[in-house]
């Protein structure tokens, strides 16, 4: 599923309320999903396209859930992909919701230990994101869905939530490796890391650059969706005083042009999984995206990490719980910060010795994630759909699948013959008045 990310400074939505955060979110996804389903290649496939599919694979439960419908027009099996970790509506679609007490959304800063706190936010968070998508975001991608998918039979198709319960298998670009141990059904396959493999050569130029470094080198990335230029202008000014201070060589993608000190390598781009699989790479700074995250636990690399939005806050306090580096703050940070942080971790070497940990627990399994997504994506196919691998609980309601019906009838009951009780307490037992007189 193609994505048109609109230009969102997606930096200033830290420290939002969680109605306020949840909402920003649903409203971007309905602005891009419609800036997609707009374009005029996209309404000609949708309306005159007749090619048969054994499968439709679609990013369904991440802004696209009105692409669920695809699987209605060529007669095909659902298999869904959800970029991030464990999202509670989603997992519920899912027939796979968790306890809140258990395991936090993504998009919380919370690890895997939670307190009383911790569990009271966790648990308000769901309840907020359960009552928006229900009542507001689900009903504004239906809108959407009928407003653009309009295709030979496309009247005869089911409601949206029918059809996206209906999605034989998703799987969940999460490891946990770095992430969260989560129990999961058997339609919900982990398939963290498809994008990684082994680095390759790097350019002759840049392998010399970082080879001939006598400390090492440093890796400076805050991915594709932070922009230097929307960072606080203070941010920028910490990284370019503390590099100044810091003996390793520094390679900094960035999108703003800055004088930097002369131990500073500056590009827009650079091959950044072959840097992070380079010997000499000692450190990686990075904003904790989902796949940052990941190719540094593979590629064995310590790292200090600063997020700014979304699964970013999540990712590094996992990351920092693993040994893995340290974090810091945006909205505390120095040079004096940054330093520090960058010299306990090269000088302890016991994150370097967690970093090779986990790539070794993440090198070890039977199949790479893109085996494991190419096996299940032929047994979907294979077995028509694989519906029966749904569990029971996929066709509950919430009502239903929390017992809140059940528990209000027992409750109802138990109110009532304690209150018969009561009533035939006072008929046999009646309280005498005493007269005036007595």
Not at 23 to 51: A, M, N
Not at 255 to 273: A, G, S, T
Request: proline letters at 6%; aromatic letters at 12%; glycine letters at 6%.
């Amino acid at each position: 599923m193609p994505h048109l990310f609109i230009p969102t400074n997606t930096v200033k939505w830290r420290n939002q309320s969680h109605p306020t955060l949840i909402g920003l979110f649903q409203s971007l996804c309905l602005k891009e999903i419609e800036t997609v389903l707009k374009q005029p290649e996209v309404q000609t496939f949708v309306q005159r396209d007749q090619s048969q599919f054994d499968a439709i694979i679609i990013e369904g439960t991440f802004c696209s859930e009105s692409f669920v419908t695809l699987g209605h027009k060529y007669d095909a099996p659902v298999i869904n992909f959800q970029p991030l970790g464990y999202w509670a509506t989603n997992y519920f679609l899912y027939g796979n919701l968790q306890s809140p007490a258990s395991i936090a959304d993504f998009r919380l800063p919370i690890g895997t230990e939670m307190n009383f706190w911790h569990r009271l936010d966790s648990m308000w968070f769901t309840v907020t994101e359960f009552f928006l998508t229900y009542t507001s975001y689900y009903p504004k991608q239906e809108i959407l869905m009928d407003k653009y998918f309009k295709y030979r039979g496309s009247n005869t198709r089911p409601s949206m939530m029918e059809m996206l319960r209906n999605i034989s298998m998703t799987f969940v670009e999460h490891d946990i490796a770095i992430g969260v141990p989560q129990p999961l059904s058997p339609n919900v396959v982990f398939t963290g890391g498809m994008h990684i493999k082994p680095a390759k050569p790097l350019p002759s130029d840049l392998d010399k650059y970082i080879s001939e470094a006598p400390h090492g080198v440093i890796f400076f990335s805050f991915g594709t969706n932070i922009k230097f230029a929307n960072v606080p202008p203070y941010v920028l000014k910490a990284f370019l005083d503390a590099f100044g201070k810091i003996k390793q060589k520094i390679i900094w993608k960035t999108d703003v042009d800055v004088e930097v000190p002369p131990n500073v390598l500056v590009k827009k781009w650079f091959p950044q999984r072959d840097i992070l699989g380079h010997k000499n790479c000692r450190l990686f700074i990075t904003h904790g995206g989902v796949h940052s995250a990941m190719e540094a636990g593979y590629h064995g690399v310590p790292v200090v990490m600063m997020p700014g939005f979304s699964d970013q806050f999540q990712n590094v306090l996992l990351m920092e719980e693993k040994g893995l580096g340290k974090v810091i703050g945006m909205d505390s940070v120095n040079a004096d910060v940054i330093v520090k942080a960058v010299e306990e971790v090269l000088g302890d070497e016991t994150y370097a010795a967690n970093a090779k940990r986990i790539s070794s627990i993440m090198r070890s399994s039977p199949m790479s994630s893109l085996e494991k997504g190419v096996y299940w994506t032929e047994y979907v196919i294979r077995h028509n759909g694989a519906h029966f691998l749904k569990p029971a609980s996929i066709r509950l309601s919430l009502v239903e699948f929390l017992c809140l019906d059940i528990l209000l009838v027992v409750g109802s009951v138990i109110v009532t013959i304690l209150f018969l009780l009561v009533k035939s307490v006072k008929l046999c037992c009646p309280t005498r008045r005493k007269d005036k007189t007595e």
